[in-house]
């Protein structure tokens, strides 16, 4: 009797147990989520998968490095999920409710940053031939997420995912971006946060323009006073600023665990006022210079006919190489106009092996192609067309900066308050379209070793006008150096930037609001 009686409750519960058991997740389409940079290549499955509080990272193989990753992966979800999700090395068979990272041999054309992310309604994974390939992925990873996955507290929703594959990989090894923080400071803190935003966007570089007129901003413990003295102001005379060698290291260890390489700027031989008014044996007079708060450029130059000059770089550049672990220098060398090119030919020539005798290679802007720059040597391209060409008729490699493109100092247009116009207005529409591969007819893509977006600060004061200046425009770059040419369409890529607005609001990026895109969320669905 009993039996009989408990008979309808248990088949009631394993009917329920069998519904939920086998209930479909949500139905997804990988195609309507918005990545950017655009991936090489996205096939949706129409499935979904759940992210949940005992959702697992999973390594396989041993790699500290990875694990490392793995950690930084179950980080970027805590915040919105609270979820805190656990990270091992497993060798076991592939089990459900996981997310794995794994190094395996894709194809050569995926290269180092290139990614396999395989999503289906069990699991994810991650597959790259090296971990910088599983960071780019990664970042992908974060964009199928729903933009609430941003927020920095917790989140009162499920958290399914689009079922798909996407096979990515760039098409430049070098995309970056340039911080001068010079002409205004930056603390170590908001660097920090700009790796964070260029990072969710692929790029793989940040430049610091170190020194100039305004402000040298890096610790040379054999010429103290560059920055004791040099370093104590700025454009507009506010205190200035600069890092200690172990700021420095904190910055390049931060962008290192990010995959992005720190390229110090050291500008030379103008630009270089804030040298010259901290020691004045580097005036070819004997007397110092004036600290200068002023925008003008072209107005100073090392004294390149002493010898004591040559001992000064020597110095500042075998102090920074000892704690750069990227490959490049970069010896500024644009502008110098009070350099008689007499002159300037054999300071560029001495420099450039001074940068070589301390293991790296040089970056210089482009007029340095008037020097015997060697093929080591890479020229950053900012504006004259004649000297890219010069640069790759002497073997160099060329970096592609645009002022008229790429310069997120210049205005968006007549009504921006920050940045200046001597390159033109450049809206989203101007800082997109354009290929590198066809800007400047006579050098080709073999040419270029990629493209950067420089932020100039002589108006530009703080991380809130930097985020205005920067966001979105280079995100389009971004996408530029990551994916073909070919995948790339401007009303394609306003839809997306539309509905990525969402994302940038969540993470409080201080985005222009360009008049070229309707913002407003209605039409746009995420
Ligand atoms: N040109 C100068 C920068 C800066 C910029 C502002 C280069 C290479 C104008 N040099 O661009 O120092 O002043 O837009």
Redo the contacts with the bound molecule.
Sequence with gaps: MILKKYLNTIVIFLLVALLTSCKENPKMNLLDEVLLPKPVLVKATGSSFELKNNTKILIKGDSEELLQIGKYLANLLKPATGFKIEVKTTSKKTISNSIYLVLTKLESNYGEEGYHLNITDKNIIIKANSVKGIFRGIQTLRQVFPSEIEALNPQNRKWFIASGEIYDYPQFKYRGAMLDVSRHFFKKEDVKKYIDMIAMYKLNVLHLHLS?DQGWRIEIKSWPNLTTYGGSTQVGGGKGGFYTQEDYKEIVKYAQERYITIIPEIDMPG?TNAALASYPELNCDGKATKLYTGMK?GFSTLCTHKKITYQFIDDVIRELAAITPGPYIHIGG??SHSTKIEDYVPFINKVQDLVIAHGKQAIG?DEIVSAAIKPTTTVQY?GRPKNALKGVSKNAKIILSP?DRT?L?MKYDSITKLG?K?AGYVDLDKAYNWNPSTLISGITKKDILGIES?L?T?TVTNMEEVEFMAFPRIIGHAEIGWTPDSLRVWDDYKMRLKKHAKRLKIMKINFYPSTLIDWNESESKE
């Design positions: 100039d630009h450029v644009d502008e802007w900012w002022s310069y100092d200046l001597w420089p100039w002589e």
